[in-house]
């Protein structure tokens, strides 16, 4: 189905009112959807200028190019998409979905994060989309993928195809959010591999790497380093929430 007609008929389905009522997952005002139209137009639909490579808020004046921190450290990706900042209440929403298992807010948060790709100029639209990948212990603890849960309604939207074998996480790694920001990339080295079988959907393609939330960007930049060493041509970030610089 052509991504156009995708693109204008999603936000649309995700907006009916549900049968069974609800609570805005923001400010548990009662109504009919998720998230209630004032958390809406307060958390989403005010964009603010982001480096185009990391995703982190930046003057107007430089959105259109990588910040410092960016230029100083050249990450393997090349752009980040992001829906909002990892601000509260935002953070207790995807906090219930991780670890409250609430599975319902999944699909609002691809709902966000699509409304954010329809937001950016001069967008191309990534050939693969995958998730950031848990390790067979984690994902036996959690019982589900987050990103995952989010990529899955994300992808029927877009058009984008899902490859749920691209990439293996290949042990364990420990939390990201317990470390200094030294260890977390030392944390991250080795992790992801390529399915044996996938190096040749790797190879020349766009590919979009979904995650809930980032914060230094180690365990993405990983992944992208991971694709472009087989091959990739493209590597960028779809975020549904970006930490805030301090």
Same mark, same amino acid.
């Given at each position: 189905?052509?991504?156009?007609?995708?693109?204008?008929?999603?936000?649309?389905?995700?907006?009916?009112?549900?049968?069974?009522?609800?609570?805005?997952?923001?400010?548990?005002?009662?109504?009919?959807?998720?998230?209630?139209?004032?958390?809406?137009?307060?958390?989403?639909?005010?964009?603010?200028?982001?480096?185009?490579?990391?995703?982190?808020?930046?003057?107007?004046?430089?959105?259109?190019?990588?910040?410092?921190?960016?230029?100083?450290?050249?990450?393997?990706?090349?752009?980040?998409?992001? +829906?909002?900042?990892?601000?509260?209440?935002?953070?207790? +929403?995807?906090?219930?979905?991780?670890?409250?298992?609430?599975? +319902?807010?999944?699909?609002?948060?691809?709902?966000?994060?699509?409304?954010?790709?329809?937001?950016?100029?001069?967008?191309?639209?990534?050939?693969?989309?995958?998730?950031?990948?848990?390790?067979?212990?984690?994902?036996?603890?959690?019982?589900?993928?987050?990103?995952?849960?989010?990529?899955?309604?994300?992808?029927? +939207?877009?058009?984008?195809?899902?490859?749920?074998?691209?990439?293996?996480?290949?042990?364990?790694?420990?939390?990201?959010?317990?470390?200094?920001?030294?260890?977390?990339?030392?944390?991250?080295?080795?992790?992801?591999?390529?399915?044996?079988?996938?190096?040749?959907?790797?190879?020349?393609?766009?590919?979009?790497?979904?995650?809930?939330?980032?914060?230094?960007?180690?365990?993405?930049?990983?992944?992208?380093?991971?694709?472009?060493?087989?091959?990739?041509?493209?590597?960028?970030?779809?975020?549904?929430?970006?930490?805030?610089?301090?």
């Amino acid at each position: 189905m052509p991504y156009r007609f995708l693109a204008d008929v999603w936000p649309i389905v995700c907006r009916l009112p549900q049968l069974i009522p609800s609570t805005c997952a923001l400010c548990s005002s009662e109504g009919c959807n998720l998230l209630c139209t004032a958390c809406e137009q307060r958390f989403f639909t005010q964009p603010c200028p982001r480096c185009p490579q990391c995703g982190l808020q930046t003057n107007a004046a430089d959105q259109h190019r990588a910040c410092g921190h960016c230029l100083k450290t050249l990450p393997d990706y090349d752009a980040t998409i992001v +829906a909002t900042d990892y601000v509260a209440p935002i953070d207790q +929403a995807i906090l219930a979905l991780k670890f409250g298992h609430r599975l +319902a807010i999944a699909p609002l948060l691809a709902r966000l994060l699509h409304d954010a790709l329809l937001r950016t100029p001069n967008l191309a639209l990534p050939d693969v989309l995958i998730a950031v990948p848990l390790s067979p212990q984690r994902l036996a603890e959690r019982g589900f993928n987050q990103s995952l849960e989010i990529a899955r309604p994300l992808a029927r +939207a877009t058009g984008m195809l899902l490859d749920t074998h691209l990439l293996q996480r290949t042990r364990d790694t420990a939390m990201q959010t317990s470390l200094p920001l030294a260890e977390r990339q030392r944390n991250m080295r080795h992790a992801f591999v390529p399915d044996a079988r996938s190096v040749e959907r790797i190879r020349g393609r766009h590919i979009a790497v979904l995650d809930d939330v980032l914060t230094t960007g180690s365990t993405l930049n990983a992944i992208a380093g991971v694709l472009k060493r087989h091959g990739a041509q493209r590597v960028t970030n779809l975020v549904v929430a970006r930490t805030p610089a301090r």
